[in-house]
């Protein structure tokens, strides 16, 4: 009866995951871009669309961020420090796409979707979904518009970037069915470091209380380990493989539970804000790429408000620098958590004080 109940239990998982891993394999039979995780994300999303019981624990998906966290942290090399200072410009104008970019998603969810002006404000900012649900939930607003909203600026921004590379960066699918890379085979040195990355990443970062713990504490651990010439190898392309089929079948899962009906009408409402955020991010790379000699269509990856980890996962994927798009993507989270919710208050004050008068 146990064994009965721990299978039953286990059926929305095994199903996810195995309409996840068919989607991942069938988009890199056809050579799309990001094979595995734009395949996984889109057949698992349209499942939990029609209904099928499909899920995915929190837990299993932070056990592979973990080692996104560690594939990121290979990319950072000797140089990087040297390079840092480069990028004080883009990150700075950032905060100004960051506002423009969420007044204008606000005034479109609160004017054209009849959302209320506090459901409004969580759903417009461009990161920290689950951040976002939370907070805005406590504040009054209607934290499942939020949540579907945001996970739908995350599964459209995530559709359009590959695509967008592939027309003007360049970029080409690889030949096989997995990118290249190594393999299962790296030294014990190698397996060390990547083990004590996921280990003891997460718990030094949840112990700083750094926003996305396990992907940051174990990309700072490789990130210094690699810096340092500890260690020089990148996960292998298997693992990597897995843990993309896993982050996009966890897309996907977001919208189980939720009628049809209500799943297709945050879509629609979800297309018209992602064309307001990829049009003033590819406008601010188009600027700051023309002012600092930047690609524009890298300033654009950086700016884009998909998750940090999945944009990081696209860079790695097309071949793009990852230490600018991940430093980028976590300044930005760390700006919309530290002061949305600021800046919310502050405003509410201001109008109520206004009403006083």
């Known amino acids: 009866m146990i064994v009965q109940n721990f299978f039953s239990s286990c059926k929305p998982l095994i199903l996810a995951l195995s309409i996840g891993t068919f989607g991942g394999l069938l988009f890199a039979f056809w050579k799309m871009p990001l094979p595995w995780m734009l395949g996984s994300m889109v057949f698992v999303t349209i499942a939990a669309i029609f209904g099928w019981s499909v899920k995915l624990p929190y837990a299993l998906r932070q056990c592979m961020v973990v080692f996104i966290g560690v594939m990121l942290g290979s990319q950072f090399t000797p140089d990087l420090l040297d390079r840092l200072s480069s990028w004080t410009f883009s990150v700075t104008a950032m905060v100004g796409y960051i506002i423009l970019s969420m007044l204008c998603v606000l005034f479109y969810l609160y004017k054209f979707a009849n ?47 590959p695509f967008m590379f592939r027309i003007f960066g360049g970029y080409e699918t690889p030949e096989g069915l997995l990118p290249e890379g190594p ?58 493989a897995i843990a993309q089929v896993v982050l996009g079948t966890a897309i996907g899962c977001r919208f189980t539970g939720t009628k049809p009906a209500e799943v297709l009408r945050i879509l629609k409402i979800s297309i018209g804000s992602t064309f307001i955020l990829m049009s003033t991010a590819v406008a601010g790379g188009l600027l700051i790429g023309e002012l600092t000699g930047i690609p524009w269509y890298l300033v654009t990856l950086a700016y884009a408000p998909g998750g940090l980890a999945e944009m990081s996962l696209i860079a790695i994927g097309i071949g793009q620098d990852v230490p600018f798009v991940a430093t980028h993507h976590l300044c930005r989270i760390g700006i919309i958590i530290l002061f949305a919710p600021l800046a919310f208050r502050l405003i509410s004050q201001y109008f109520l004080q206004k009403k006083k008068y």
């Open 183 to 240: 393999g299962f085979d790296l030294p014990l040195s190698e397996w060390l470091a990547m083990a004590i990355s996921v280990t003891l990443g997460p718990f030094l970062a949840k112990c700083l209380r750094l926003p996305a713990a396990f992907l940051l504490g174990a990309m700072i651990l490789t990130a210094i380990a690699h810096i340092n010439g500890w260690a020089s190898s990148s996960p292998p392309v298997g693992l990597v």
């Open 115 to 161: 959302y209320d002006p506090i459901t409004s404000y969580f759903s417009a900012a461009p990161g920290g979904l689950n951040d976002m649900t939370i907070i805005g939930g406590e504040m009054g607003g209607d934290d499942r518009a939020i949540a579907l909203t945001q996970a739908s600026r995350v599964l459209f921004v995530v559709l359009t970037i």
